[in-house]
């Protein structure tokens, strides 16, 4: 089973600082995302990376940045949290190509910043 | 631009009936469609899929109809029980190889006892 993991389940950080979300897939995908999820607004797109050291913004990049090294590992690096970053994160991976692109989710990092 | 949505953002249905969530989608040019289904505290899980190819596909208690004239998704699943209970996505995929996909706001199934 495909496994994607992201080190924390909950958060809180203070305004100002500067927060790192991690994630981990264990299949090898190519493809890795970072979603942020809020009331009535669904799923959005921050950034995704579709090979090491290969990055692209998503739909709301603003006051994020990415970094991906190794393959399995996607951060998700808020540089000077805000009030307004308080959000729910998903990390998703799946396949380079055109085949099924089904992602798979982590489990998600409730961020609350004060 | 493109917008996958869901018509109703909550749908109350009783134990062992049958339940339809619905999905507008705008871009004719998709080619993959998914639902998802994301439980309290945790994150979204595969349901099914199907591509524009195809019109119907089923899967253990899970129907998906897709409809391009319209562009219209819709997930059934039949004899709802409890543990159904939860958000529901549709997403689609733009016709591009990086796997990434547009998602709906999602509808919210309650399953009354």
């Known amino acids: 089973d495909v496994k994607v993991t992201q080190s924390s389940r909950y958060l809180v950080k203070r305004t100002g600082e500067k927060v790192f979300l991690e994630c981990v897939q264990d299949?090898?995908?190519?493809?890795m995302f970072w979603y942020r999820q809020d009331p009535g607004l669904g799923l959005r797109l921050i950034y995704f990376?579709?090979?090491?050291?290969?990055?692209e913004k998503g739909d709301i990049p603003e006051g994020y940045s990415v970094s991906r090294e190794k393959k399995e590992r996607f951060s998700l690096i808020l540089e000077s949290a805000s009030t307004n970053q308080t959000s729910m994160y998903l990390c998703?991976?799946?396949?380079?190509?055109?085949?099924?692109?089904?992602?798979?989710f982590g489990p998600g990092t409730r961020l609350t910043v004060t | 631009g493109e917008s996958v949505g869901l018509h109703l953002p909550t749908l109350s249905v009783q134990e062992g009936d049958n339940s339809i969530i619905n999905c507008a989608y705008s871009?004719?040019?998709?080619?993959?469609f998914i639902w998802y289904k994301q439980e309290s505290g945790k994150g979204p899980q595969f349901i099914i899929d199907?591509?524009?190819?195809?019109d119907k596909r089923q899967g253990q208690r899970v129907t998906v109809l897709l409809n391009k004239t319209v562009k219209h998704l819709s997930l059934q699943i039949a004899a709802t029980q409890p543990g159904d209970s939860a958000v529901y996505f549709c997403a689609e995929t733009p016709s591009s190889n990086t796997g990434k996909l547009i998602f709906g706001q999602g509808t919210t199934l309650q399953v009354k006892p």
């Open positions: 199907i591509r524009s190819n195809m």
């Open positions: 871009n004719s040019a998709s080619d993959y």
């Open positions: 998703a991976s799946t396949q380079h190509g055109w085949g099924s692109t089904e992602q798979y």
């Open positions: 990376s579709y090979d090491v050291k290969m990055k």
């Open positions: 299949m090898d995908h190519e493809n």
